[in-house]
């Protein structure tokens, strides 16, 4: 069965011009239900931590150092079949190749500043939940 939740980021270009409301629209607007979130800004030594699976890639310095740049937003969010739902609604990791209307066409600038990132499996959301989220931060 598939999971009812899914975590994401709104990326550091997206929270620095602005577009941190229009894109919790899309998100709304979607049917997604906010079930925790806030705003901080990862330590590199974090960002390290949480990207620990691309470490061997090569980007993995770049995607630390910007994700570390500038604040974040980051969330759980709520609805039936949530991490495939979501993915729908960012659309692909390369802008160029984003469906029209998704997040990412709309407001990703390359394909590391995406603008939004979402989790690509259950496994993965409830891992990455866990990073940022205790128990009593959850609805
Ligand atoms: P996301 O899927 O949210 O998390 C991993 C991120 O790594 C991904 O978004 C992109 O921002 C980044 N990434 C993936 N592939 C590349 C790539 N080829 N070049 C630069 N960044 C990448």
Same mark, same amino acid.
């Given at each position: 069965m598939n999971g009812n939740f899914t975590f994401s980021i709104i990326k550091p270009n997206a929270v620095r011009t602005g577009k941190t409301g229009p894109i919790l629209a899309m998100i709304n607007e979607a049917g997604f239900e906010i079930s925790a979130m806030k705003m901080l800004r990862m330590t590199r030594e974090q960002a390290e931590n949480f990207y620990e699976v691309h /470490?061997? /890639?090569?980007?993995y310095d770049s995607l630390v150092e910007f994700m570390s740049s500038g604040p974040v937003y980051v969330m759980i969010l709520r609805h039936d079949n949530a991490v495939e739902e979501f993915r729908k609604l960012i659309g692909a990791t390369d802008p160029a190749k984003a469906e029209p209307g998704t997040i990412r066409k709309i407001y990703a600038v390359s394909v590391q500043m995406n603008a939004i990132h979402g989790s690509d499996s259950d496994e993965n959301a409830r891992r990455e939940s866990d990073f940022f989220f205790s128990e009593i931060e959850r609805f």
């Open positions: /470490r061997e /890639r090569p980007f």
